[in-house]
């Protein structure tokens, strides 16, 4: 028994994109009940030389549709960063969504050893096997950004758990 | 060709757990040129309500430990939480690292089907297929705990960048 690559890589994009989706709605709901300019939150940043929020979901998309589309063998479409609302960060979200779908599942499968060629900053490429390509590059920079996202609206004081990071997972609880 | 669950799992755990060790290097180094006592770092948090350095430490530890125990069929051993040190919390990710190598990978390897029964919180427990628990609890949790920790340190001032989280990944950069 193992794993499939796609089923390593495809419905946790969609599961964690999903969770920040409903994370933005918390962020909305709570800019509203405070007054505060959503774009306050969207501006927000850890620490100054790290992403503000509105980058961090962009990045969070991006790697799900990057790594995706690289381990399927297809260029990735180049989204532009413009969005300056929640709405259209969960747009992004969306589309990010749709576009994945889009992928052959069984491309992405057949992806384990094959080398990855992939931009690393401007001018240098990285080098991965499929299978290292998911588990030590693609998975822990989406959950990285993913997790800086949350952690930006929670240090911003939006009530948010463990389970609003997590998602709709398969689990059943006793 | 596919992934198996231990390729999934063990050197993931490896690989982050070695970059949070040398991260917590950093944080050392840092806190004795600005002569800052280390349990300040140890006790700093992204909100009053989130785990304080220390504690993401051993969640990132137990995530590790506890997961790849699960999907190995054996009941994880339990570590107190009483770190109060840099070098503690580096001895804790140590000894996670060697238990976790202790662990038959064929054992989880076959647990990809199988129900896996976990604790949630003091009295509820979690049952999930085992590659949905490595995919959609263990893994999104365990970069969950090691993001939050390398947040603390960067919003803290503590120099480190991307390539500090990823750890030694095996890639080729050209």
């Known amino acids: 028994m193992s794993l499939s690559m796609s089923q390593a890589s495809l419905p946790v994009f969609e599961t964690g994109l999903n969770a920040l989706s409903g994370v933005l709605d918390k962020a909305e709901a709570f800019a509203t009940a405070k007054k505060i300019d959503p774009a306050v939150l969207l501006g927000s940043r850890l620490s100054p030389d790290m992403f503000a929020l509105a980058r961090q979901v962009q990045a969070t998309c991006d790697q799900a549709k990057n790594g995706a589309s690289r381990l399927a063998g ?12 929640i709405a259209q960060l969960k747009e992004r979200i969306a589309r990010t969504l749709a576009y994945v779908k889009t992928l052959d599942g069984k491309k992405i499968d057949a992806s384990e050893d094959r080398e990855i060629t992939f931009p690393l900053g401007a001018t240098n490429k990285g080098h991965m096997k499929g299978a290292d390509f998911l588990n030590h590059f693609v998975l822990p920079n989406f959950y990285f950004h993913l997790t800086a996202a949350y952690a930006i609206l929670r240090h911003s004081g939006v009530e948010i758990g463990k389970r609003d990071f997590l998602g709709a997972i398969p689990i059943r609880r006793s």
């Not at 297809?74 to 609302?85: G, I």
């Open 74 to 85: 297809v260029e990735p479409p180049a989204y532009e960063d413009k969005e300056t609302t």
